[in-house]
């Protein structure tokens, strides 16, 4: 019961995220041609635009690494999976959540602290506090702590959907391979 409300959280969150990322990507190319067309056009600098840009794609960072913990795409040793029996492979996975989430542990740890720091400080242009930039830290952080407890808990619902994504992207390959030149 509580498995299968976490792995629907997850499966929200990953839509969620999927959907931030591609728009905060739109709005980050919007705001570049903009900055782009007043600078060479009208020869207005926008240091603000430029200052939001810079915002927007730390947490497009951020965030994009968030999902592709939650894929187990992040940290991926590929090299080891044909050398490896399958009983291996999976201790190896576990392995390397556990290393990924005392990583994300210390991450929060710190970013909370670094937060505290420097989001006092004031971005000139903007006037928005540094918190808000660091704040993207912590977010991924704690998101991908999620997902990692999700994928311990919920392991059969982890497998049929890496095995689902590991489908979707051969069956990319194929037709990419099979599309002539």
């Given at each position: 019961m509580m498995?299968?409300?976490?792995?629907?959280?997850?499966?929200?969150?990953?839509?969620?995220?999927?959907?931030?990322?591609?728009?905060?990507?739109l709005?980050?190319?919007?705001?570049?041609?903009?900055?782009?067309?007043s600078r060479?056009?009208?020869?207005a600098?926008?240091?603000?635009?430029a200052?939001?840009?810079?915002?927007l794609?730390i947490?497009l960072?951020?965030?994009?690494?968030a999902?592709?913990?939650?894929?187990?795409?992040l940290?991926?040793?590929d090299?080891?999976h044909?050398?490896?029996n399958?009983?291996?492979f999976?201790?190896?996975?576990?392995?390397?959540?556990?290393?990924t989430?005392?990583?994300?542990?210390?991450l929060?740890?710190?970013?909370r602290?670094?937060?505290?720091?420097?989001?006092?400080?004031?971005a000139?242009?903007?006037?928005?506090?540094?918190a808000?930039f660091?704040?993207?830290?912590?977010?991924?952080?704690?998101?991908?702590?999620?997902?990692?407890?999700?994928r311990?808990?919920?392991?059969s619902?982890?497998?049929?959907?890496?095995?689902?994504?590991?489908?979707?992207?051969?069956?990319?390959?194929?037709?990419?391979?099979?599309?002539?030149?």
């Amino acid at each position: 019961m509580m498995t299968s409300i976490l792995v629907r959280i997850g499966d929200l969150l990953r839509r969620l995220l999927g959907f931030l990322v591609g728009a905060l990507l739109l709005a980050i190319v919007l705001l570049v041609c903009v900055q782009v067309f007043s600078r060479y056009f009208i020869g207005a600098a926008t240091p603000g635009m430029a200052e939001i840009s810079r915002l927007l794609f730390i947490w497009l960072t951020f965030l994009g690494a968030a999902l592709l913990i939650s894929r187990r795409e992040l940290i991926v040793i590929d090299f080891l999976h044909d050398k490896l029996n399958a009983d291996l492979f999976k201790r190896l996975g576990i392995l390397i959540d556990l290393a990924t989430a005392a990583f994300l542990v210390m991450l929060v740890v710190y970013g909370r602290h670094l937060m505290a720091v420097v989001g006092q400080k004031i971005a000139p242009a903007t006037g928005l506090p540094f918190a808000w930039f660091y704040g993207s830290l912590v977010a991924f952080a704690g998101l991908g702590l999620f997902f990692i407890i999700e994928r311990i808990l919920a392991p059969s619902a982890a497998a049929a959907r890496e095995a689902q994504a590991r489908a979707v992207a051969e069956g990319h390959a194929t037709r990419t391979e099979s599309l002539p030149s």
